[in-house]
């Protein structure tokens, strides 16, 4: 896979092999970094945590982990600044086990 990222003025554009995606912002950059962390790299975090932990959950369940377990993650930027990644792991799981502890 070939990829490619070029800035001209304010604008950068995003080549992946024959693919070709022009006049994307920083802001856009910032979003897709997000979505690419959160849909690829946390959610085998999630999955890793369930399998190495024993549990089962609904995907309603694993989706509100992940969701948490990604904003804990951009909130607090490593552990340098905050918790680390396992800490932020841990704490979504926590806190959606403590939701449902309250119903």
């Known amino acids: ?3 490619k990222l070029t800035k001209e003025g304010g604008a950068y554009t995003l080549k992946i092999d024959d693919i070709c995606i022009e006049n994307i912002s920083i802001g856009e950059m910032c979003t ?3 979505v690419i962390d959160t849909d690829v790299f946390y959610r085998e975090d999630v999955e890793k945590y369930l ?3 024993g549990l089962v959950i609904s995907e309603e369940k694993f ?3 992940l969701d ?3 904003k804990l993650r951009s909130d607090n930027d490593g552990a340098e600044y905050g918790m680390s990644w396992i800490e ?4 979504a799981f ?3 086990v403590d939701d449902d502890d309250s119903d």
Request: include cysteine.
């Open 1 to 3: 896979m070939d990829i």
């Open 51 to 53: 399998k190495d932990n």
């Open 63 to 65: 989706e509100e982990i």
């Open 88 to 91: 932020c792991l841990a704490e």
């Open 68 to 70: 948490t377990y990604a």
């Open 32 to 34: 897709l970094s997000q």
């Open 94 to 96: 926590e806190s959606i």
